[in-house]
């Protein structure tokens, strides 16, 4: 008889905590308040955290059972690599430290990933909590409008098997707040399919000294570095001609009320329809 590989069907939840003891406090207890049986385990890893607070805090819920992993500081990409190489769940869900989770990924997004082995990641709405609230609404998956920005947050069920493939998140990037959307494009890359679940499945916190808030400022020059990889060449192909046909389209726009621009319209006229003929008869 096979035996079952340890962690098979369940989630491994990773948590990247620095000097967030207090909030780490809170992320434990929404965990909690929805884990089931999917969950295989906890792993908090300390990314080098210096506050009193926060080193007692993690001693005290290391001694509550909890997996607690302590290196350097390294950053975000680092402490979350760490937790998914120690992590034995078949399916993986980081949780900043600084949020709060629901009971969505748990329960859907496992049966999801259990019974659609072509599934391979499971991504969710948020609510916004902190220095703004309301619901954040994220769209259905579409290659090109994750090209054009990131729309999926790093709380996002998915298989371990395809953080090995793409060898993780990339801890060499200029700075921090967008490893996320580098980790997915390079999912999607290498086949990954995603599943948008119109559910909150976490709750976001908003702080004006966050690290995603800090580097802001840098967003153009992350941009460049992501879509700057060998292996992104094909995206960066893409991002541009969409940059250039949204800048023709903007062109048009401001050239509709010109009367060149009704003589072409109406001399196009025929041909458009001669198109639209095609189309239906094809």
Known sequence: MTKTPIGQGKVSIVIPCYNHGAMLREALASVEQVRNANVFEVIIVDDGSFEAETTRILNEVAEAGYCVVSQPNRGASAARNTGVRLAKGEFILPLDSDNRLRDVYLNEGVSLLKNNPSIGVIYTDAEYFGE?????????FNLLSLIRTNVIDVC???????????????????????????????????GGSFIHLPKIGFDYRVRRDSITAKNRQHVAELGNYVFGK?????????????????????????????????LGRGLLAPARLLRKLWRCFR
Not at 132 to 140: A, C, E, K
Not at 157 to 177: A, C
């Open 156 to 190: 996002a069920l998915y298989r371990k098997k395809l953080w090995e493939e793409v060898g993780g998140y990339d801890e060499q990037m200029p700075w921090m707040g967008l490893e996320d959307w580098d980790f997915w494009l390079r999912v999607a890359l290498h």
């Open 132 to 140: 703004r609230t309301g619901r954040w609404h994220v769209p259905n």
């Open 230 to 262: 060998p292996e992104m060449a094909c995206y960066k192909l893409l991002r541009e001609t969409d940059e250039e046909v949204q800048n023709l389209r903007a062109q048009i726009r401001g050239m509709q009320g010109s009367p060149s621009y009704r």
